[in-house]
């Protein structure tokens, strides 16, 4: 009789989880999520063609309903219980290229796209189950857009470290140079940042450098990030990334240490990069590309701008976005950089501000609040994804 007890707890279980699930799509999909854009300073045309992706969030409560805001108009995003919403870079990449994007993994650190190429790299996914001193084996699909042809080939990596899982990074285009940053991790508690080499010509690994590794114990943990900008698949020489040390005793992370370096992608060299201790203080964002680090944190109710050239290693002047609305410290804050904008949201209590930003410059070229039209339906924005000029 206990079995069968224990097969109704499952199915009960089961139905009660898809019900709910059904409900709060079908309540993100139905509640009457709209907004109006209130212009605080500058030029209103930044934001008639943005199409702006993120989730919402109500009350104290986050709940995964993904949004898209097109036209100065709000939608709920529908999807199943088995699908997830696709976000509107990958839509572009499988309209444009059908049957290449097919069965690919959408992760922007797996492709590189210029004028010419389209390339998709993939690792290996159940790296456990390799036997020790097996190599690892990269899969290469390279789309030429004149002709629609594809070139696939497999490589074996050189080196045979153990790893449990792997993180594709960046890729990198160099003449006939394929390059993939990765992360390699192992159960150990070891991650090495590993430089691997693939030349196009002879379709073989040229060289398989361990960059940076680190190691987490029971009283500290470790752990390295990268700072590149996820939506960006183009070319890029400089990547950053931070090494960041927490209290493992502590039910919240508590920072120790932090420490950045830059690997130049031409030269292949590692060096150490001096971010001040007082732009890690408080709630902050970092990207790299075109050669400029950016960060912006808030600070005092103020977001801050600092910009480092990476190619001059100087620092800009920074400067600050001002906002009739005091910022909310460590809600919603987001940064991204498309084409030559900066796109930096935060929480206010009036609304989210968005704010966007001549990337060159730092001048403000818009700023505004996005707010519910309906004090009933009052929501919070978590905007991930910016995009410009859509049809």
Do not use: C
Not at 135 to 140: A, F, M
Not at 326 to 355: C, H, R
């Amino acid at each position: 009789m206990k079995k069968y007890w224990s097969l109704i707890v499952i199915v009960t279980v089961i139905v009660a989880t898809l019900a709910t699930h059904y409900i709060q799509v079908a309540s993100a999909s139905n509640n009457n999520y709209r907004v109006t854009f209130e212009k605080i300073t500058g030029d209103e045309r930044y934001v008639n063609n943005l199409a702006i992706e993120g989730n919402i969030q109500r009350a104290s409560n986050y709940h995964y309903s993904p949004f898209l805001i097109t036209n100065g108009e709000m939608k709920a995003q529908r999807y199943s219980f088995y699908e997830r919403p696709t976000s509107l870079m990958y839509k572009q990449l499988i309209d444009e290229h059908k049957s290449f994007m097919r069965g690919k993994v959408l992760d922007a650190n797996r492709f590189y796209e210029d004028e010419e190429q389209l390339i998709y790299v993939s690792v290996p996914e159940n790296v456990w189950e390799l036997a020790v001193g097996d190599n690892l084996t990269y899969k290469v699909d390279i789309l030429n857009k004149a002709d629609d042809s594809v070139q696939s080939f497999t490589v074996e990596s050189i080196l045979k470290s153990p790893a449990n899982w792997i993180i594709l990074q960046h890729i990198e285009i160099l003449g006939n140079d394929l390059k993939l940053v990765m992360n390699h991790a192992s159960e150990m508690s070891n991650e090495e940042v590993h430089l691997t080499t693939i030349d196009l010509k002879s379709k073989q690994v040229t060289s398989d450098t361990i960059i940076e590794k680190i190691h987490s114990d029971e009283a500290i943990r470790t752990s390295i990030n990268f700072y590149s900008e996820y939506n960006n698949l183009a070319s890029e020489k400089y990547l950053v990334y931070g090494i960041s040390e927490y209290d493992a005793n502590l039910n919240q992370y508590k920072v120790l240490s932090q420490r950045f370096k830059v690997l130049n992608l031409e030269t292949n060299e590692v060096q150490a990069f001096d971010v001040p201790k007082e732009m890690l203080a408080d709630e902050s964002r970092m990207v790299v590309r075109d050669h400029q680090f950016i960060r912006a944190g808030i600070n005092d109710g103020k977001i801050i701008v600092n910009r480092y050239n990476l190619g001059h290693k100087e620092w800009g002047e920074p400067f600050s976005l001002d906002a009739p609305y005091e910022v909310l410290p460590l809600a919603l804050f987001n940064m991204q950089w498309t084409n030559d904008k900066l796109y930096i949201s935060a929480q206010a209590a009036e609304g989210q501000l968005l704010f966007i930003i001549d990337a060159e410059s730092g001048e403000t070229l818009y700023s505004g609040l996005i707010k519910p039209i309906s004090e009933q339906h009052n929501f919070a924005l978590a905007i991930s994804q910016v995009y410009e000029e859509l049809d």
